[in-house]
């Protein structure tokens, strides 16, 4: 493994020092890379060994914060019942936490009723739109747009802006790597961040991402805080790295200092 440049190291020692540390990353485009078809998407070797060298750290835990819905994170994260990371989707709606399992806020009837409509009716209209994609999610749906033509995505994500916009304009619209997506709920990975912070006292957060729905998190954290940006993209993160394995490298160095700070 290539060493990490001296700036590099010097950022990470106040993270390797800190009495209690919470991990939170992103997962697709910042563990895993793309894929066409999304419920492919897989952890990277590196980056899952490198995940695995911190959760085993005393006093260290590690959160998968994602725009995923919970059922969905789960699968393409490999998470099992017994897992000691943390697991946070729809942008930090819902929860699975160690030892009490899933934390999901109030159904709301019709708001639920309301997605599974307007979702319907975009997979209806969208059918014929090839490389177009409707995703479902827990508060509402995503429109893909990775393999469409740049008019056929165009046109995909104008029908759901006015359909949205019609029936539900409470909904919060966010934009991704090919991806818009509309939800009832409000949160943003910045309130994911917030909740976890203090459900387990964190004295300090790491928080890794590469899309504009982490800018959220990226902004919210305090001075004793490090927020890593994956790749390109105006971000307000202190340190970018360029690409998932540099990540990697990142994450596995902070558990070494971390560790030899513990021996």
Same mark, same amino acid.
């Given at each position: 493994m290539t060493p990490l440049p001296p700036e590099t190291v010097d950022?990470?020692?106040?993270?390797?020092?800190?009495?209690?540390?919470?991990?939170?990353?992103?997962?697709?485009g910042t563990l895993a890379p793309f894929e066409n078809e999304p419920m492919k998407a897989r952890m990277l070797p590196e980056s899952r060994a490198a995940v695995e060298s911190l959760f085993t750290l005393p006093d260290t835990v590690v959160a998968l914060?994602?725009?995923?819905?919970?059922?969905?994170?789960?699968q393409i994260s490999e998470h099992t019942e017994d897992s000691a990371i943390v697991l946070a989707g729809s942008h930090g709606? +819902?929860?699975?936490?160690?030892? &009490? %399992?899933?934390?999901?806020?109030?159904?709301?009837? #019709?708001e639920t009723e309301l997605r599974d409509t307007l979702r319907h009716d975009a997979e209806r209209e969208l059918a014929g739109f090839p490389g177009v994609w409707v995703e479902p999610k827990t508060y509402g749906f995503?429109?893909?747009?990775?393999?469409a033509s740049a008019?056929?995505?165009?046109?995909?994500?104008?029908?759901?802006?006015?359909?949205?916009?019609?029936?539900?304009?409470?909904?919060?619209?966010?934009?991704?790597?090919?991806?818009? +997506?509309?939800?009832?709920?409000? &949160? %943003?990975?910045d309130a994911?961040?917030?909740?976890? #912070?203090?459900?387990?006292?964190?004295?300090?957060v790491l928080f890794a991402g590469d899309?504009?729905?982490?800018?959220?998190?990226?902004?919210?954290?305090?001075?004793?805080d490090l927020g890593i940006r994956v790749g390109g993209g105006q971000t307000a993160a202190a340190l970018r790295v360029s690409d998932i394995e540099e990540l990697a490298a990142v994450l596995s160095a902070l558990a070494e200092m971390r560790a030899a700070r513990r021996e």
């Open positions: 950022t990470l020692r106040p993270l390797a020092e800190t009495a209690v540390l919470l991990v939170a990353l992103d997962f697709d914060v994602s725009g995923r819905s919970l059922s969905d994170l789960e709606a +819902e929860f699975w936490i160690p030892g &009490e %399992g899933l934390v999901t806020p109030t159904e709301e009837a #019709r995503g429109i893909h747009t990775r393999t008019d056929d995505g165009e046109r995909a994500w104008q029908y759901a802006d006015a359909l949205v916009a019609q029936h539900a304009p409470h909904w919060r619209r966010r934009t991704g790597h090919n991806i818009v +997506e509309y939800s009832f709920r409000q &949160e %943003g990975k994911a961040v917030a909740v976890l #912070r203090e459900r387990l006292s964190a004295t300090a899309d504009i729905t982490d800018e959220d998190a990226m902004k919210a954290l305090r001075v004793d």
